[in-house]
């Protein structure tokens, strides 16, 4: 069994070999990408510019715009081509080339000048490329308040973010990724380093409804490209926030990259010193022994400590070479400090503690020239806690015990993938994943006071994955398609799984104001380490956290229809089916008095429905984008505890982005939203209807290097669902996380300082307890 992996990476290898012929065309990273830089006669960026790309016989291919920074970057594989360059204040410029990096291009300044000509434009928000939505980040942010990278994944179309989760309206889950590599990180990892990216790092994201194996990401996902210079400079940012929510948390940090033509390389870091309320009020009117009890607790919970995060990255990219590269990732929260007090008439609770979280990522990447990509994550994270929980119950009883917990994992990830194109236009892909995960939870209960029902426990798991794919796909005319099969096979302790994951794409675009897109795709989620573990962790005398033993994973099976209008209207038609769903719910035991969260798999978790994205603007001063949603959700579970359920519901979910710019000259606007969704349901709980709104102002001075924002989210202190049970004897009320409001300060300086002149030519959602 152990060479079986590794018989699964060398099988596509020999695969693509055998079948690479000789008038095959292979992609290398050039290929596809023609890109330059735009300057004036004092090597100034030029931005605004329209550039215009043409064949050799002037047929119109594409166009961009350049950036702030004066770059800009065309898709196009056709060699020679044309460049027009045009702008008010400079003389057009015309290039032919067969070049993909033109370096930079110095325009001559227009000696005639023209006096009050406004031209009124547009750039597309969105465009397909290869499949994929490939979204101008730049262009969607425009003047609204967005401070770091993470936030602006929040503007994309369909894009919201619930309970500190990114979700995409029309896939059951997301998974972001960077760069187009999956990490060992988890998503909330993951996030902490996207808030720590400036957002001007950020070249483009791509919204994949069904993503392909290439990416080692099955389902929807988003893959954040970060920008990569082609010449030698230096350029940074640095930044501060201060935060209010209930508490005051402070956090700076800074970003700097060195690039020249051949490398790059760039760290980010920042510290925060954070604390953190949250609170929930909690009715239960609990039967047991024939006797109903009316317990009424309210708790509060708070986490106070330092925070590091750091990531340094560095690229070797010689022209018609290949890529090779190399990225560290690391957070350090020391000495973090839990307080937890719940008062009420069953128990007063008093628990304290004190743990340290860590991470390391390493993360490599080979990308030859002939297209073979080869890929190695490795992630070791170690949690260890100790805390102390009293109980005073309202009979007199009373605990205590102290608990040494921990959590320690090491995941290691191999991918090795490759990529033929023919003259035919058809495309062969084929490759393979292996990835090894080893996690150690315990628990250790000294009992000083009573006798609680406590118990140790020492688990340690051994999680095998191998994958094998292979797919194909042509480009014909205005008519694209995938398709895709993924073999993957999977151990967990005793468990043994093989499973087949289709995944299928269809693009037709008539016209550039007609884009249509078909997705098929499957996919599997796993429950997090501490889930499958046996364990009883416990949040007060009432309330426990119980691991289950012999948790399975979920399938999932979605389709959408995706339409796309004038590259900026998205209608989207969605269906998902999820098999052996399973999510943590609260259940009121009925063999003691004890409120039990605990996950479960369910027979199914299905949703249908349709989203809707509608962005429009009145004149120069007002940049909306509406969101509608509207789904239909059925839950049903045959062995919930000691009873069933099968329950449906209608939802609506609206969003609204409005963005005034009260100001040209200096740069100040407005940032008004607001977000609505009806009731719902998850298992037995009925979700509320809840909404919130969001408000923040911009200023950008100093030739738009300085920005200075206010953001106050959750305005009116509404943005979190209450909950409630009311089914089969269950009687529950949850009000939770009362103070969300927050106000925030960001203050981000940019600068490069360093620029060569060129005289002559010379690129653990699965961790935690």
């Known amino acids: 069994m152990k060479n079986t992996f590794l018989y699964t990476l060398l099988i596509p290898v020999a695969i693509l070999l055998a079948f690479a012929p000789a008038e095959a065309q292979t992609i290398t990273p050039s290929d596809g990408v023609i890109r330059g830089r735009l300057v004036d006669a004092s090597d100034a960026p030029v931005a605004g510019a329209a550039v215009v790309l043409f064949n050799l016989d002037s047929v119109y291919l594409d166009a961009v715009a350049s950036g702030a920074d004066g770059r800009f970057e065309l898709r196009s594989a056709v060699r020679p081509y044309r460049l027009q360059i045009q702008h008010l204040a400079y003389k057009m410029r015309a290039i032919e080339s067969d070049r993909a990096d033109l370096g930079t291009i110095r325009l001559e300044e227009e000696t005639t000048k023209v006096d009050a000509v406004v031209v009124q434009g ?39 973010e619930q309970e500190g989760a990114l979700t995409l309206a029309g896939a059951s889950s997301v998974t972001v990724i960077l760069n187009g590599r999956p990490s060992t990180m988890t998503a909330e990892q993951l996030a902490t380093l996207l808030r720590s990216t400036p957002v001007d790092r950020v070249e483009k994201a791509e919204v994949m409804y069904s993503t392909p194996p290439q990416y080692h990401v099955r389902g929807a996902a988003i893959n954040v490209v970060l920008r990569r210079s082609h010449e030698t400079a230096f350029s940074g940012e640095v930044h501060a926030n201060y935060t209010n929510r209930w508490y005051d948390s402070y956090d700076a940090g800074g970003n700097f990259v060195l690039t020249s033509p051949r490398w790059s390389a760039d760290v980010t870091y920042s510290a925060a010193r954070s604390k953190e309320l949250s609170s929930f ?22 986490d106070e400590g330092w925070s590091h995060q750091l990531r340094a990255a560095v ?20 000495n973090i400090n839990g307080l937890s007090h719940s008062t009420g008439s069953y128990v007063e609770s008093l628990s304290k503690k004190l743990s340290d979280r860590s991470l390391h990522n390493l ?43 921990g959590q320690r994992i090491d995941r290691l990830n191999v991918t090795a993938d490759e990529r033929h194109t023919f003259t035919s236009g058809w495309e ?6 292996f990835a090894f995960a080893r996690s150690h939870d315990w628990q250790h209960y000294t009992v000083l006071e009573g006798a609680p029902a406590t118990s140790d426990t020492d688990a340690r798991l051994d999680e095998y994955t191998g994958n094998l794919y292979a797919g194909f796909g042509r480009q014909s005319g205005h008519v694209s398609f995938s398709a895709s099969l993924a073999g993957e096979y999977y151990r967990l302790g005793n468990y043994e799984n093989w499973s087949l994951y289709p995944q299928a794409s269809l693009n037709w ?48 099976y979605e389709a959408q229809a995706v339409y796309i209008y004038r590259q900026k209207y998205l209608f989207v038609l969605f269906w998902n089916e999820r098999p052996d769903y399973f999510v943590q719910a609260a259940w009121q035991a009925s063999d003691r008095l004890a409120l039990i969260y605990q996950s479960l798999n369910w027979n199914f978790n299905r949703q249908w429905g349709a989203n809707v994205v509608l962005p429009f603007r ?3 001063w007002l940049d909306s984008r509406l969101t509608l949603t509207g789904m239909r959700m059925r839950q049903r579970c045959d062995r919930f505890h000691d009873m069933s359920f099968d329950r449906s519901k209608w939802v609506g979910i609206a969003r609204l982005v409005n963005t005034f710019h009260l100001s040209r000259k200096p740069a100040i606007d407005l940032e008004v939203n607001g977000f609505f969704q009806s009731a719902a349901i998850q298992g037995t709980f009925n979700i509320e209807p809840l909404g919130s709104a969001d408000i923040a102002l911009k200023w950008s001075f100093d030739r738009g290097r300085a920005t200075l924002s206010v953001r106050c989210n959750d305005l009116f202190n509404s943005g979190m669902p209450n909950t409630k049970v009311r089914y089969r004897g269950q009687w529950l009320d949850m009000e939770a996380f009362r103070h969300m409001r927050t106000v925030t300060v960001h203050f981000s300086y940019r600068f490069g300082g360093y620029k060569e002149r060129r005289h002559r030519e010379v690129d653990t959602s699965r961790f935690g307890h």
């Open 122 to 160: 547009e750039r597309p928000v969105v465009k397909v490329e290869q499949g994929r939505l490939s979204y101008d980040l730049g262009r969607l942010i425009e003047g609204q308040a967005v401070n770091n990278a993470y936030e602006a994944l929040t503007r994309l179309p369909g894009v919201t």
């Open 281 to 302: 009020d909690l009715r239960s009117l609990h039967t047991f022994e024939e006797r109903q009890y009316d317990i009424r607790q309210d708790e509060w919970m708070t």
């Open 315 to 334: 690229e070797y990219a010689p022209k018609q070479r290949g890529r090779l590269s190399a990225a560290y990732t690391a957070s350090f929260a020391p």
């Open 363 to 405: 993360a490599l990447r080979y990308t030859s020239a002939f297209g073979l990509d080869l890929g190695l994550d490795y992630t070791h994270y170690n949690n260890p806690e100790q805390s102390r929980l009293e109980n005073r119950y309202t009979d007199r009883e009373a605990t205590a015990f102290d608990v040494g917990s």
């Open 428 to 433: 062969l892909t084929a490759g393979g994943a």
């Open 509 to 556: 675009m008539p016209s550039e104001r007609h884009i249509l897109q078909l997705n098929f795709s499957s996919d599997k989620a796993y429950p997090s380490y501490w889930e499958m573990q046996g364990a009883v962790s416990y949040i007060d005398g009432y309330s426990e956290i119980h691991g289950t033993s012999g948790l399975r994973p979920s399938r999932s």
């Open 618 to 620: 009145i004149g120069r």
